[in-house]
């Protein structure tokens, strides 16, 4: 079939939140919803996991309707059910108790067998601080990137 096709990403989890471990979930989807997934049509922007009655659901990822689905098409914002082990989920219902952390999607990609999977962080979300911090750290980084190619240019000179 060949590589992983990454559909959907989000961007804002990585800057919201201080992902602290990620794993990987499979998604029960209807017919119209894989061939949405296919075609590019999903986003995760506004998605987060819950788990719930001991099973792990995605809330507010939206698939757009397939466009020859007729009544058989699909809600483009429906809870979907998520494919994790038992035991995976014992431990992140531990986790997001215990220690506060939060279950956010991060990326949607169809695999080589192609299957459509969710690479799911478990986050802690940051305060305002950090974020600037973050931003600070990497815009210290660029500028002494930058300085350390200029010397690198005034020697070949």
């Given at each position: 079939m060949g590589e992983e096709k990454t559909v959907a990403q989000n961007r804002k989890a990585r800057?919201?939140?201080s992902i602290e471990d990620s794993f990987e979930a499979g998604i029960v989807l209807t017919g119209t919803e894989?061939?949405?997934i296919r075609a590019g049509k999903a986003t995760l922007s506004?998605?987060?996991?819950?788990?719930?009655?001991?099973?792990?659901?995605?809330?507010?990822?939206?698939?757009?309707p397939w466009d020859t689905g007729n009544?058989?098409?699909?809600?483009?914002?429906r809870q979907r059910k998520l494919l994790v082990h038992k035991d995976?989920?014992?431990?992140?219902?531990?986790?997001?108790?215990?220690?506060g952390l939060t279950l956010v999607p991060l990326k949607m990609?169809?695999?080589?067998?192609?299957?459509?999977?969710?690479?799911?962080g478990l986050g802690r979300g940051?305060?305002?601080h950090d974020r600037r911090r973050d931003i600070s750290d990497r815009d210290q980084k660029?500028?002494?990137?930058r300085q350390m190619a200029d010397l690198g240019r005034s020697r070949d000179r």
């Open positions: 800057h919201e939140y894989i061939k949405s506004d998605a987060y996991a819950r788990i719930e009655r001991g099973e792990v659901w995605l809330i507010g990822a939206n698939i757009a009544r058989y098409n699909h809600e483009a914002k995976q989920i014992l431990g992140l219902l531990t986790k997001t108790k215990a220690k990609y169809i695999n080589q067998r192609g299957r459509c999977k969710l690479e799911i940051k305060q305002l660029r500028e002494m990137d």
